[in-house]
């Protein structure tokens, strides 16, 4: 079963900085796309950024310019650096990978539980 976890979340106050970490665990063949994407309260979610299996990115324009997802293939782990933070970005941020669990087989969609990042002075 393959599971993500997430980490790196927390208050911070606006301008400031986190990096957030998204491990997947063993269980599966090969990891292709992986994104990261938020909830504010009241609002839907939202793809904030992605990136494929070799390296190419893709970001909302809100967070262009302040945010850098990346990825290390060796530990399965995708990270999203966020810089000059603003109370707007205030929402859950969820990992999700695809994953494909078998050589050749279909790529399934797997969730992370989810970390809270709040901006606030």
């Known amino acids: 079963q393959v599971q993500l976890v997430e980490s790196g979340g927390g208050l911070v106050q606006p301008g400031g900085s986190l990096r957030l970490s998204c491990a997947a665990s063993?269980?599966?063949?090969?990891?292709?796309?992986m994104d990261w994407y938020r909830r504010a309260p009241g609002n839907q979610r939202e793809l904030v950024a992605s990136?494929?299996?070799?390296?190419?990115?893709n970001y909302a324009d809100s967070v262009k310019g302040r945010f850098t997802i990346s990825r290390d293939n060796t530990k399965n782990t995708a990270y999203l650096q966020m810089n000059s933070l603003k109370v707007e970005d205030t929402a859950v941020y969820y990992c999700r990978i695809g994953a494909r669990v078998v050589s050749g087989g279909s790529i399934i969609g797997y969730w992370g539980q989810g970390t809270q990042v709040t901006v606030s002075s």
């Open positions: 063993e269980g599966f063949f090969s990891v292709d796309t």
């Open positions: 990136i494929t299996s070799d390296g190419s990115t």
